[in-house]
Structure formats: C-alpha cells, structure tokens
C-alpha cells in the first residue's frame, strides 16, 4: 500500500503569509496527486489535481508541484477563508490520503 | 446543481448491520466511479470503497474488507454501502464522493462530494 505523509500536521500562519505544505509518497506516483480543503463540520473541498492543476473556481493563490514522491501545495498570500484543513491523497495505486495539515492563526 | 445527499446513519449496536444511501442528482450518474470515505471524529479521510460504472469493478479497503458491501442502481441514481459486523472502530461521518474522470477532464480526483452522514457503533 502507497502510504502519504504530509508535514507539518499543524501550521500557524498569519493573513498574507506565503504558506507551504509537503506532502511525500512512499513510492512513486507520477503526478497523480489530489489537494483538498476541509472546514470543520463540511466534506473536503478538491482544490488542485493532478499535482498542479488548478480545480475551476478555486482562487490563483493556490499552487501545486511536484512528482514522483514529492509534492506542495502552496497558497500565496493566506487569507482569512484558508484557515482549514488540507490533506493530499494518492490516485496512482487506489487512494490514500495523508493525515492533514491544519493551517491554525497565528 | 451536482450534489450528493448521504442518508441512513444512525447509533448501532456492535455486531449490527446498517445501509447507507447516495443519492445523486444533476450529472449523469452511470458513467461515473463513485466511493466511499470515511472520517473518524477528530481524524483523517480514509478511503473505504471504490465502484465503477456498470459494477465491472469493485474494490474494499482492507479495515472493511468481508464485511462491508459497495452496490449501486444507475437507474434510481443512487449509491449503497452496506455494513455489516460492525464495530466501534467504523465509527465515522461517512462519505460518497464522484471521481471526476470526463474526456474533457481525463483525472480521477473526488471532484464532487456529499455532506456525509454520522454512523456510531456503541452499545
């Protein structure tokens, strides 16, 4: 099984911050790689796919890289409405989602 | 408007039996895979079962495997999960979530999900 290990779990931030979360493969993936943002008491939101496309609707200040067993996610300039949750998951081998990260306020 | 609406949790014993319900409307279900995920209170999404169009095929994640059955009718645009032998560990809000694969957007990525429905195993 493909495990997902995302870092940091929790990261505080404050509005306007360029923010970086990884998230590593334990095998390779090529770039079939989901990002997704939850808020307390809703489903997971899909924001980028295929490690760097961007989902439609979703603001430019979200960005994916990577391949292989290496990816980010990063958000620009973090506003008010991005303090949530945000976990990866693996569609190369069935799915796996990493343990999320929870981008908190400073 | 796409959307999904999950139904048929509730409070079970262990050991109980319990059928969730997807209910699919706005996009032509029958030609979409479609899962199940699950999230204990206060963790992480784990995927839990994946069902293609025409039932052709069907996989389980290991924690749910023998006891939990994937089913879908195209025709009433609905989805199923049905649990059995269950325990305190499948405690969840429980998920159907619509792979997004079209010739337009060729990706597997959950593009569409519902809001989920509670399922607690307590005696």
């Known amino acids: 099984d493909i495990q997902m290990t995302q870092s940091p779990s929790t990261l505080s931030a404050s509005v306007g911050d360029r923010v970086t979360v990884t998230c590593r493969a334990s095998e390779s993936i090529n770039s079939w790689l989901a990002w997704y943002q939850q808020k307390p008491g809703k489903p997971p939101k899909l924001l980028i796919y295929?490690?760097?496309t961007l989902e439609s609707g979703v603001p430019s200040r979200f960005s994916g890289s990577g391949s292989g067993t290496e990816f980010t996610l990063t958000i620009s300039s973090l506003q008010p409405d991005d303090f949530a949750t945000y976990y990866c998951?693996?569609?190369?081998?069935?799915?796996?989602f990493g343990q999320g990260t929870k981008v908190e306020i400073k | 408007e796409v959307q999904l609406v999950e139904s048929g949790g509730g409070v079970v014993q262990p050991g109980g039996s319990l059928r969730l319900t997807c209910a699919a409307s706005?996009?032509?279900?029958?030609?979409?895979?479609m899962n199940w995920v699950r999230q204990a209170p206060g963790k992480g999404l784990e995927w839990v079962s994946f069902?293609?169009?025409?039932?052709?095929?069907?996989f389980y994640a290991d924690s749910v495997k023998g006891r939990f059955t994937i089913s879908r009718d195209d025709a009433k645009n609905s989805l199923y999960l049905q649990m059995n032998s269950l325990r305190a560990e499948d405690t969840a809000v429980y998920y159907c979530?619509?792979?997004?694969?079209?010739?337009?957007?060729?990706?597997?990525?959950?593009?569409?999900w519902g809001q989920g429905t509670m399922v607690t195993v307590s005696s």
């Open positions: 998951q693996q569609y190369n081998s069935y799915w796996t």
């Open positions: 706005g996009f032509t279900f029958s030609t979409y895979n």
């Open positions: 069902i293609s169009p025409g039932i052709n095929t069907i």
């Open positions: 979530a619509r792979q997004g694969w079209t010739l337009d957007r060729p990706d597997d990525a959950f593009d569409i």
């Open positions: 295929k490690a760097s």
